[in-house]
């Protein structure tokens, strides 16, 4: 069996973990990050003159209904990976093309991750929401270094591997 194999597997089990973590945070401690959510939604700490907060979103309802699809969204990213890299566990010592097949659901953990950080949060939240502006709630930092751990993982765990 191939170390890279190993390493493969290992960082897809990182992400499941780091994913599931995040989301079980988000659900223990809901108001901590549910805040955030509102603030960026409502656009309340964006520049004061700012011409497009036409967008804002106020309604409470709204605001859950947001915050538990990324929470379920975290969720099913964990769970992927936690899958992917099991399948992948158990077709460790097989042929390349076994092992390649292996890595589907680990492929749409980590796109899915990729979709949520990328399309969530810098798309809809730092440039629709304005969060940009905004010098308390702005995960843009954070969405970022998410967005390319998880492309890096995905990068890698799909590289050609070397004939043996």
């Known amino acids: 069996m191939s170390h890279l194999r190993t390493i493969k597997i290992v960082l897809v089990g990182c992400v499941a973990l780091f994913a599931g973590l995040v989301a079980f945070n988000n659900v223990v401690d809901y108001g901590s990050n549910f805040a955030f959510v509102q ?3 409502t656009m309340d700490t964006t520049f004061e003159w700012n011409e497009l907060k036409y967008r804002a979103v106020d309604e409470p309802v709204l605001h859950h209904g947001f915050y538990w699809l990324i929470i379920l969204t975290e969720a ?12 992948m566990w158990q077709k460790r010592k097989l042929d390349k093309k076994q ?3 292996a ?3 680990a492929n749409f953990g980590l796109a899915l991750g990729v979709l949520l950080w ?5 798309t809809i ?3 629709w929401f304005l969060m940009w502006q ?3 709630w702005n995960g843009q930092a954070s969405a970022f270094r998410f ?4 492309f890096l993982v995905l990068i890698f765990i799909n590289q050609v591997e070397e004939e043996s």
Not at 76 to 87: F, Q, R, S, T
Not at 147 to 150: D, S, T, Y
């Open 39 to 41: 603030h960026v939604l």
């Open 103 to 105: 890595k589907t659901l």
């Open 125 to 127: 939240g730092a440039e």
């Open 76 to 87: 099913l990213v964990g769970i992927l990976c936690a899958l992917g890299a099991w399948n």
């Open 134 to 136: 905004s010098l308390i």
């Open 99 to 101: 092992f390649n097949a």
């Open 118 to 122: 990328f399309t969530g949060f810098m």
């Open 147 to 150: 967005i390319v751990v998880l």
